[in-house]
């Protein structure tokens, strides 16, 4: 057996988790640019308690609260802006994937002097601000990983970077930060961890490490799926998809995600459906088109979550979100199209998908 595995984040976990942080925080830097979006830092309590540590410890900062969901690159050059005016030595991160995407892009950019637009480019040469992460949605995962995920117009598409040094430097994963969160949102979310452990484990770079962390957060999902189905959101579904979604971000920091992604970037592209729940209409589809390549890991899979076949994975994600909509012929074939002429998504993904194969998935899960 042989494997790599690398993740410098160190992760807290746990109710109050910041409080216990104070001075690992300060040494980072004393003056912090917090990222976040319009309302989750002060709804889940997070901004709250960051004011609090940098009152007590004497840390100043400066906020951006201007992220909206699926940033583009001109609103992380906003924040570089912000950042280089303010001279702040650390950036802190709080709020869903957004918000953290856009804390990553912000450290790196704002020690290396260039345009946002050159991110995907090439590697920087300097090393990024430290970041601290604090996630306000138990989903993305961004806060054990090194991607970060933009909304490029030009591109008609999402597309994320990776940088190793772009890993925060502390993740404050706190599940009570989450209990603000609207049960669709929580669904959504959710889902997006879930896809996040499954293509993780169905991924060509999948390791035996990564893949006990990933029927690891398949197990959890499952153990947690009745009550999000009848939205009982209490403190231990809070905490267990917390839990999940930290996990299933471990795996995929291993094994990026997959077709599954990328397909599902279309869908929030070109309709506005939020990532996760882009993911969840996919995800029956993405299992029967793997299957003939890694059949008995999908039958884990389904195992793991409880399930006897797909089709009750399709059944699930008929009780946990509204219908997709209705697409004509001529839009599945654009997605289906632009994802084909994507040169990486034969790259970990198990199966080689055709045009052909992309059209069915849609089709299925669009149905
Ligand atoms: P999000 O876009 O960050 O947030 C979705 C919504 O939830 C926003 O309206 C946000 O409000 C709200 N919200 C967040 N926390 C809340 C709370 N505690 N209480 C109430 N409302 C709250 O959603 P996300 O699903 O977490 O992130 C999705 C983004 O992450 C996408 O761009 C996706 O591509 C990316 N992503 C990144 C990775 C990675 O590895 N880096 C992995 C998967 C996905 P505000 O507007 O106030 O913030
Ligand atoms: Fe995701």
């Known amino acids: 057996m042989s494997f790599n595995f690398y993740l410098p984040t160190r992760i ?134 090194q991607y970060a995920v933009f909304t490029l117009p030009h591109r008609g598409t999402k597309k994320g970077f990776g940088d190793e040094r772009c890993f925060p430097n502390l993740a404050v ?77 471990i795996v995929i920091a291993q094994t990026r995600t997959t077709l599954l992604h990328t397909l599902g970037y279309q869908l929030t592209f070109n309709y506005n459906i939020p990532h996760g729940r882009a993911n969840g209409y996919l995800l029956a589809a993405y299992l029967e088109f793997v299957r003939p390549a890694r059949p008995e890991k999908v039958d884990k899979i389904l195992a793991a979550l409880g399930m006897a076949s797909i089709t009750e994975v399709k059944d699930l994600m008929q009780k946990l979100l509204p219908p997709p909509g209705s697409y004509s012929q001529a839009e599945i074939e654009q997605m289906a199209a632009l994802v084909a002429a994507n040169p990486g998504i034969n790259i970990v993904t198990a199966r080689e998908a055709t045009k052909q194969d992309l059209l069915k998935m849609l089709q299925r899960s669009l149905a």
Not at 62 to 91: G, I, M, Q, W
Not at 207 to 215: E, N
């Open 12 to 145: 807290v976990f746990g109710e109050g988790a910041i409080k216990s942080q104070a001075e690992r925080i300060a040494q980072l830097g004393r003056r912090a640019l917090v990222v976040t979006g319009r309302n989750s830092a002060i709804i889940s309590g997070a901004m709250a308690d960051f004011e609090a540590l940098a009152k007590k410890h004497g840390l100043s900062w400066v906020v951006f609260n201007d992220v909206p969901a699926n940033p583009e690159l001109n609103t992380v050059a906003s924040a570089v802006n912000l950042a280089r005016k303010e001279k702040v030595d650390f950036v802190v991160g709080i709020g869903g994937g957004s918000p953290l995407d856009t804390a990553k892009a912000v450290a790196l950019l704002a020690t290396n002097n260039i345009p946002a637009a050159e991110l995907y480019e090439h590697q920087l040469p300097k090393a990024p601000l430290p970041l601290v992460a604090v996630p306000t949605t138990a989903g993305t995962g961004s806060e054990v990983t």
């Open 173 to 249: 994963v706190d599940p009570v930060y989450t209990y603000s969160l609207p049960w669709e949102v929580t669904i959504d979310t959710a889902l997006d961890a879930l896809t996040h452990a499954v293509e993780g484990y169905l991924s060509k770079r999948s390791t035996p490490l990564s893949d006990t962390l990933a029927l690891e957060a398949v197990a959890i999902f499952a153990g947690e799926k009745e009550a999000l189905v009848d939205g009982e959101l209490g403190p231990r579904l809070r905490r267990q998809l917390m839990y999940a979604a930290t996990l299933a971000g």
